[in-house]
């Protein structure tokens, strides 16, 4: 193996652990839509016994392709940057996804946590353990894990002038 002289794998290494976040994630949501049951019963509640059309349709199958779209997202984060707006752009994206799924994760903690309204939720004890040990630290990483890709996406060690240093250049 050689060592890489402009340390290009730790950049990328961040999208990669984005990109499998969310194939991992959406692959999830595929076998709950195809009728899997784990864990479903314990994350949605009464919708998983359920499992009205509009359900299965937007919840399950509509985030497992919105996660594919992420994993591609992630994916992007490992590729070189381009110039101008393409590389931009998925900069952007990068750190969108990082901040919803922060958002995401501080709100729902919040919210259970804190029970703003003062009313009792029909959340059971089980739903409340899923989602403050498993699902809310599963949003947490992928979070930071798009952040990290988003901040390191386009660095190259060795960067002269706004350009990537040559390796083995005299």
């Known amino acids: 193996m050689y060592g890489d002289p402009q340390n290009r794998s730790t950049p990328r290494l961040w999208g ?38 509009w359900f299965v349709v937007v919840g399950l199958w509509g985030v497992g392709t919105l996660c ?9 984060l490992t590729r070189p940057r381009p110039r101008g707006w393409a590389g931009t ?29 003062g009313q009792r939720t029909e959340t059971s004890p089980e739903q409340r353990s899923w989602t403050l040990l498993l699902w809310n630290p599963w949003f947490l990483v992928g979070g930071l894990a798009f952040g990290l890709a988003a901040l390191s996406y386009g660095r190259v060690k060795g960067r002269v002038k706004g350009r990537a240093a040559l390796p083995n250049a005299s």
């Open 16 to 53: 990669w652990v984005a990109c499998t976040w969310a194939v991992v994630f959406a692959v999830l949501h595929f076998y709950w839509a195809l009728g899997g049951e784990w864990g479903l019963s314990e994350s949605a509640g009464p919708l998983a016994e359920e499992r009205p059309v």
């Open 89 to 117: 752009t998925v900069r952007l994206l990068g750190w969108g996804a990082c901040a919803l799924l922060l958002a995401r994760s501080a709100a729902v903690w919040a919210l259970l946590l804190t029970d703003p309204s």
């Open 68 to 76: 594919l779209a992420t994993g591609a997202l992630g994916w992007l």
